[in-house]
């Protein structure tokens, strides 16, 4: 029941709730356009992504993750296991393995 109740326990709860609520809502997303994808033509982020000036598209977003979590994860905590650092080292893999796999992806599919 404690669990249940976290979110509700003050504001700076609900509020990384309600963050991590849409995060997870826009991850579903995601992941359901991917796989409707084939079904029909392709839509206009594939078009965006897939022309040859993607490279320079990947290349700032991996400028901009390197930037992003080289700072953040400096000012986060780093003590105990209920800091948050893990958490965002997590999410900096993930999001920096798919960004630098479409800058890689990019530059050798010329």
Do not use: C, D
Request: charged content about 5%; overall charge neutral.
């Amino acid at each position: 029941m404690q669990l249940l109740l976290a979110p509700f326990q003050g504001p700076l709860q609900f509020a990384i709730f309600s963050i991590a609520t849409v995060m997870g809502g826009g991850f579903v997303f995601i992941f359901a356009r991917a796989a409707m994808a084939s079904e029909g033509r392709s839509p206009g982020l594939v078009k965006a992504i897939t022309n040859p000036n993607a490279k320079f598209l990947f290349t700032f977003l991996a400028i901009g993750w390197a930037f992003v979590f080289g700072i953040g994860l400096q000012l986060v905590p780093h003590e105990g296991a209920n800091s948050p650092y893990g958490g965002l080292a997590l999410i900096a893999l993930f999001s920096g393995f798919f960004i630098l796999m479409g800058l890689l992806w990019s530059v050798i599919g010329e």
